[in-house]
């Protein structure tokens, strides 16, 4: 009786997909549109769409579609499967411009998403890209989504990944200057990122004996202390540590790691700094990349890609990378239930 009642709660319970505008006079607005006419509508779950009305409008104007989808005010009007607008009211639009509204907006809707998710703990969050720029006219000091829904969470357990169908890689560093790399490059750092990555490709991933390969900081990973000592002194004790050098390895060297294409020998990769990975990542996954952060307790994942300001508007961008973003959510809100109901 007691594993029929858990079946039963897991079949009945409504998924919600949440997604936000993000800034509204870049792309964002577009491609989720564009996505959400796309993808398959499952029809247990509810697809959300925080953006203001004028702009949900324009931008279907502009893209010459609208959505099958019922408009609300508030997130408890959302009771049952289907595709919702959670209208913000109008905003004025600066098309191809950061501005102190745009950034202001897009904070709201964000913030709109994550209030449903802590009624609706069976929702994942797919965000469209912010302006830095936009959030700092606006006086929020937050330099992107991680940081911001980190301290939402009040976690320190998080982990800038990059996930696609044939490879996920992780930042140690995230959006961090490199001159001030090597005082953030610590062994407490580097374990606990390992850690938690660690933990992420078991529940998120189902993958039962992850491995990872880390990078060196230096050119050639220091080539035995001649080019730096941050491998010797700091990043292979870490790995060292671990009782299976075999599934946390390196440090290695990353253009002969990436040129020789070593990478698809592992679960996921762990570089030092920002470029390091996303160059690699970015050259093989451009339209079809995902930014996922790990270790937080909920879902949320976006497109690779900024608000391309340069074309916002005009009915030109792609929305691959967002659809991909919304897969991938899908997959590890399913593991994380999976999980919980022990099914």
Request: charged share 20%.
């Amino acid at each position: 009786m007691f594993i029929y009642s858990k079946i039963i709660i897991f079949i009945t319970m409504m998924k919600s997909f949440l997604f936000t505008c993000g800034d509204i006079n870049g792309i964002g607005p577009e491609i989720v549109i564009k996505t959400l006419s796309k993808i398959d509508i499952q029809d247990n779950c509810s697809y959300v769409f925080a953006i203001p009305d004028n702009v949900y409008e324009n931008t279907c104007s502009v893209l010459n579609t609208t959505l099958q989808a019922e408009k609300v005010n508030n997130a408890g009007e959302i009771k049952h499967p289907g595709v919702y607008i959670l209208c913000m009211g109008d905003v004025k639009q600066e098309i191809g411009l950061p501005t102190a509204l745009s950034g202001r907006t897009a904070f709201n809707a964000l913030k709109l998403c994550f209030e449903f998710m802590n009624v609706n703990k069976e929702s994942a969050l797919i965000t469209a890209p912010i302006s830095k720029t936009a959030f700092k006219m606006a006086g929020l000091d937050f330099p992107g989504h991680t940081e911001l829904l980190a301290e939402w969470c009040n976690t320190k357990d998080f982990v800038m990944t990059f996930l696609s169908d044939n490879m996920k890689a992780a930042l140690l560093t995230i959006h961090s200057p490199v001159s001030k790399l090597k005082e953030l490059i610590t062994a407490g750092k580097l374990k606990h990122t390992l850690n938690v990555l660690i933990a992420s490709l078991h529940k998120d991933f189902k993958i039962k004996n992850p491995s990872i390969a880390v990078l060196g900081l230096n050119p050639h990973a220091g080539e035995n202390g001649n080019i730096g000592d941050e491998e010797i002194e700091i990043i292979a004790p870490v790995i060292k540590g671990y009782l299976d050098p075999e599934k946390i390895a390196g440090p290695f060297s990353p253009d002969a790691f990436f040129g020789s294409s070593a990478y698809k020998k592992y679960d996921l990769i762990l570089g030092m700094y920002h470029d390091q990975v996303l160059i690699p990542f970015k050259l093989l996954n451009f339209n079809t990349g995902v930014n996922f952060t790990a270790g937080l307790p909920i879902v949320r994942t976006s497109p690779d890609h900024g608000t391309a300001y340069d074309i916002a508007g005009k009915g030109l961008a792609e929305c691959s990378s967002t659809i991909e973003a919304y897969k991938f959510a899908d997959i590890i809100l399913s593991n994380r239930l999976n999980n919980v109901y022990n099914l």
